[in-house]
């Protein structure tokens, strides 16, 4: 059964910096895109970071790194110089790269619960 947990969400103040985790289960991180989105109240959710199944970053906002560490099968998200613009629910997720070529960039059929950041001015 997929699993996506996240966790290291807060709040924190505008200029500070967050480190979110996504620990996986039921497959394995290596042969998977994953990627980090975020949904704002009243607005659309948005990429924030996608990383392919070699671990090279294919898409991230500019902030912000994703990382994932294979033999924990987690996904990183480090946060730096936060905004409150920044404050959303953030949710991890995964999908199947066939190939290292596949796009990683949309349809994720897998997703976490979310975890929640709060930036304040």
């Known amino acids: 059964q997929v699993q996506l947990v996240e966790s290291g969400g807060g709040s924190v103040q505008a200029g500070g910096s967050l480190r979110l985790s996504c620990a996986a289960s039921?497959?394995?991180?290596?042969?998977?895109?994953m990627g980090w989105f975020r949904q704002a109240p009243g607005k659309e959710r948005e990429g924030v970071a996608t990383?392919?199944?070699?671990g090279i970053t294919t898409y991230v906002k500019g902030r912000f790194m994703a990382s994932k560490d294979n033999a924990k099968n987690t996904l990183y998200l480090q946060m730096n110089s936060l905004n409150p613009e920044d404050t959303a629910m953030y949710y991890c997720?995964?999908?199947?790269?066939?190939?290292?070529?596949?796009?990683?960039?949309?349809?994720?059929?897998?997703w976490g619960q979310g975890t929640q950041v709060t930036v304040s001015s």
């Open positions: 990383i392919d199944s070699r």
């Open positions: 997720a995964a999908k199947f790269q066939p190939f290292w070529y596949s796009s990683c960039e949309e349809d994720y059929n897998y």
């Open positions: 039921g497959f394995t991180v290596s042969r998977y895109c």
